[in-house]
């Protein structure tokens, strides 16, 4: 088979295996979201009884986020956009959430329970950016699929040859 077909990486019956780079599937992030969402489950866990002494209140809403999270992580997979979509709309609530709780640890005084929340924003923020390019991804047909060299250019001379 030629290195350019898109065929070239599969089985010898015509069965389409998806182009994989270093044991990533080629413009899916599912992987990365997955690994951030456990991370800070496993922070949020952890955390949760040294909310108990100052901010009872937050601790059901750090377990049951924590438990999400860890749903989520084991549903994420390359062919279910559903499951992308509630990743980016978890990693949406948890950036607000997350900001609000650094607000007011910021205005508690309490200077290292506000760096801790922002540095878990902030994996959200990513976490909602990965999250947002698997989806435009599978928007528009890519998973798994290499990128072309030339693509746009053959595009655009092809708009030019049908426009006269």
Do not use: C
């Amino acid at each position: 088979m030629t290195e350019g077909n898109d065929m070239d990486n599969g089985l010898s019956d015509g069965t389409y295996l998806p182009r994989m780079l270093k044991g990533h599937i080629a413009h899916y992030y599912g992987d990365f979201v997955r690994r951030i969402f456990l991370g800070v489950a496993i922070v949020l866990l952890l955390s949760a009884p040294f909310l108990a002494d100052t901010a009872l209140a937050l601790v059901p809403f750090v377990i049951i986020g924590a438990v999400a999270l860890i749903l989520l992580s084991a549903l994420t997979n390359p062919k279910n956009k559903t499951i992308m979509i509630a990743d980016a709309v978890a990693s949406l609530v948890g950036i607000v959430a997350l900001e609000m709780t650094a607000l007011a640890a910021y205005r508690g005084g309490a200077i290292l329970a506000m760096i801790g929340f922002e540095i878990l924003a902030l994996a959200f923020v990513y976490a909602l950016y990965l999250s947002l390019k698997t989806l435009r991804a599978m928007e528009l047909g890519q998973i798994g699929k290499r990128d072309v060299p030339g693509e746009f250019l053959e595009e655009k001379r092809r708009q030019a040859h049908d426009h006269f």
